[in-house]
């Protein structure tokens, strides 16, 4: 097995039917270039016991002649914010140390029920807050091909594993760019699907009305593919919907793509990145699409909007963590103020510390008309706009990123540069649409940059096929 090279999900099940290797020797050689290989920090535990004997029921159905799942033996490896029952769960936060599921996300039992073999769980910004993976409370995530850079965040764990292939394929959560940003910085696809449509059930949450699950791959058919088993509805989770699954599209003979004037106008635009973009515009063009220019005038307010409403939906969601109902407790109280007060110091980092601060603020009496009343009403404003722009247009088209990684510690004291490192992907999740990057091209030091698309709400299947066209052009 050390000279098995990954292809693609698909190739892996047919070689698995083959018998050319077993679901055990795919797990154990991944397992050992876990052990060896992970020198920037991905993994937070790794499932040595239960990742084989996953592989052992795999190898048992194929040699009964049993079908072993669409998936049988894609090695995955999860962000630390969701749920695997019997394993440890943290949100690479210290108030949720030692803590073990006692059941598993709906996401991550489809992705096993269809034969995928979980092998681990990955580094984060801590309860996923963070454009860096520097606010893990266990330390930095460093960029596989740099260590001196990030890898993005918050799921900077899970596309640092799969870019220096220590597993086939990896799940993040997307708040507002947490999948997409780290996917540019790394060189993969990176996938939100539209809100609602993979389920919730078992992902710790930050801002319930934005996260979303979706996959790290290094192609779009195997984002494809994971997606189509982890989407549809569940009873767990009432936000799902009800829309059914599509199956793949064939991709159109013309596409029409809109970008935003103000985005190629955006001072904090890389000159790579802005070259790299106009080629992939003129090669659309030359292919027959028609690529147009539209204007969007809340570029400047999609961050600050996105910031009120997730700080407020944080501060709500992570008033549990106490110390009494849910968390690690701290040694040092008396009694029960000061139980929840040194409980919450102790166990959330800074930035947490800081969300929480903001989100109370814009919910508190006196403010929450200024803040957080008018946060909706923009939110619904950019709602509309999208629509609008989507009714006259397949997909948005932008970079997904202004520039490529950049240093560790370099935006560390500096909170609002790191805020709007999200500029370009958090549209997606105030409106709720699809949204997927793909590789577009590197730095002349060879650092990836994205390219990223967004259609419209529940259409996948398109997203996909233009997705595929744009990763060959």
Do not use: W
């Not at 797990?27 to 016991?49: C, M, P, Q």
């Not at 319930?208 to 290094?218: L, N």
């Amino acid at each position: 097995m050390d000279t098995y090279s990954f292809e693609s999900i698909a190739q892996t099940r047919a070689d698995l039917l083959a018998q050319t290797y077993s679901a055990s020797e795919l797990t154990s050689h991944y397992l050992k270039r876990i052990d060896e290989g992970d020198t920037f920090n991905a993994f937070l535990g790794v499932f040595h016991e239960s990742a084989l004997a996953q592989a052992a029921r795999i190898d048992e159905k194929i040699s009964n002649n049993e079908d072993p799942g669409p998936l049988a033996g894609t090695i995955i490896g999860i962000k630390d914010n969701m749920c695997f029952e019997g394993h440890q769960v943290s949100a690479a936060s210290k108030i949720l140390e030692g803590f073990e599921s006692v059941y598993t996300a709906t996401a991550v039992q489809r992705l096993i029920d269809a034969g995928a073999i979980i092998i681990g769980r990955l580094n984060c910004d801590e309860f996923a807050m963070g454009s860096s993976n520097e606010n893990s409370a266990y330390g930095v995530v460093k960029h596989p091909l740099n260590s001196e850079l990030v890898p993005g965040g918050s799921s900077g764990g899970s596309a640092a594993a799969v870019a220096a292939g220590l597993c086939m394929a990896t799940l993040g959560s997307d708040t507002g760019g947490s999948i997409r940003q780290p996917a540019s910085f790394c060189g993969l696809v990176g996938f939100k699907p539209t809100y609602g449509r993979i389920s919730r059930y078992g992902l710790i949450a930050f801002a319930s009305s934005f996260d979303q699950i979706g996959p790290f791959t290094k192609s779009v058919q195997d984002t494809e593919a994971l997606y189509a088993i982890m989407a549809g509805a569940d009873p767990m989770d009432s936000t799902t919907s009800t829309k059914s699954v599509l199956g793949a599209s064939t991709a159109k003979d013309s596409y029409t793509f809109t970008y935003y004037k103000e985005v190629m106008d955006s001072p904090g635009l890389h000159p790579r990145t802005k070259e790299l973009f106009e080629e992939k515009l003129d090669k659309l063009r030359n292919a027959g699409h028609v690529v147009k220019e539209a204007s969007f005038d809340y570029l400047d307010h999609l961050v600050p909007c996105y910031y009120v409403l997730t700080t407020a939906e944080a501060s709500s969601n992570l008033g549990r963590y106490d110390g009494v109902h849910y968390g690690k407790r701290s040694e040092t109280s008396k009694d029960i103020p000061s139980t929840y007060f040194n409980s919450r110091t102790e166990g959330f980092g800074d930035e947490v510390k800081r969300r929480i601060m903001l989100g109370t603020f814009v919910l508190s009496t006196g403010y929450y008309d200024a803040y957080y009343s008018k946060a909706q009403k923009v939110r619904r404003l950019i709602k509309d706009e999208t629509d609008n722009v989507l009714a006259d247009a397949d997909f948005l088209i932008s970079p997904t990123t202004p520039h490529p990684a950049f240093k560790i510690g370099e935006k560390a004291n500096d909170p609002i540069s790191l805020y709007l490192e999200d500029i370009f992907t958090v549209q997606a999740n105030i409106a709720g649409n699809p949204a997927l990057t793909v590789p577009m091209g590197t730095t002349a030091d060879g650092l990836p940059l994205g390219i990223q698309l967004v259609a419209g709400s529940f259409e996948e299947s398109e997203l996909f096929a233009a997705s595929r066209l744009l990763e060959n052009i």
